[in-house]
């Protein structure tokens, strides 16, 4: 299922989730070479993708190190990969910036990404292969929205010819339980590669556990009831 656009609407102007969106096409654009060159996207991933073995000391490398949990979160495989990551980010991120400020939603953004990779790196401490990507981080945001806003309707289609709405909890759940069963079916991830299921599961976690930490009662309130905040209170609360 692919989300389209969500049926809920913003008080803040989505700056930060906006930023986001562009310094992802900016570092795919200019150090990835949009995946034209095979040998310059593949150097990418491994200077600046984390490795689980490099952060546990389980083999030795020349690359970043711990800098590599933070370069990674805005590395791709390819543009089905950015893409759907970023679609991702846009249809749920506006929603969780506008229920906590700009400032808050980058520092939620970035720690769910280092709780997905953190999860990951548990599951397969030993793993040689970079771990790259936006949707550990991405998958905080949606566990943030399935508590939030589980009643907001989310357009989505699904291939090749369905277009249907959904409610988010129902949207959100079973890509969660999708993913729990792609983890439990092949623990870690395997060492001729695949997808790091386990950094989605805990960047989802993470933003279930963290979202109340981090939001703005009254921005979410508003929100729910559909009231509009007068300007100097938005003004006040989006940072």
Known sequence: MIPL???NPTELRPWMTLLLIAANF???FYVQGAGADFPRLEASVMDYGA???EITGACRTEQLGWGALLTSMFMHGGWGHILGNMLFLWVFGNNIEDSMGHVRFLVFYVVCGLAASAAHIFFSPASTLPMVGASGAISGIMGAYILLYPSARVRTYFPP???FRIRAFFF???WFVLQLFSALSAPG???EGGVAVWAHIGG???GLALIKAFDRPRLVAAKRQGVQLPPDEVARLQW
């Open 5 to 7: 656009n969500d049926e």
């Open 26 to 28: 900016l570092l795919w």
């Open 51 to 53: 490795r689980p073995c």
């Open 161 to 163: 010819i369905f277009f």
């Open 172 to 174: 959100l759940l079973l």
């Open 189 to 191: 991830m395997p060492e």
């Open 204 to 206: 989802f976690v993470a």
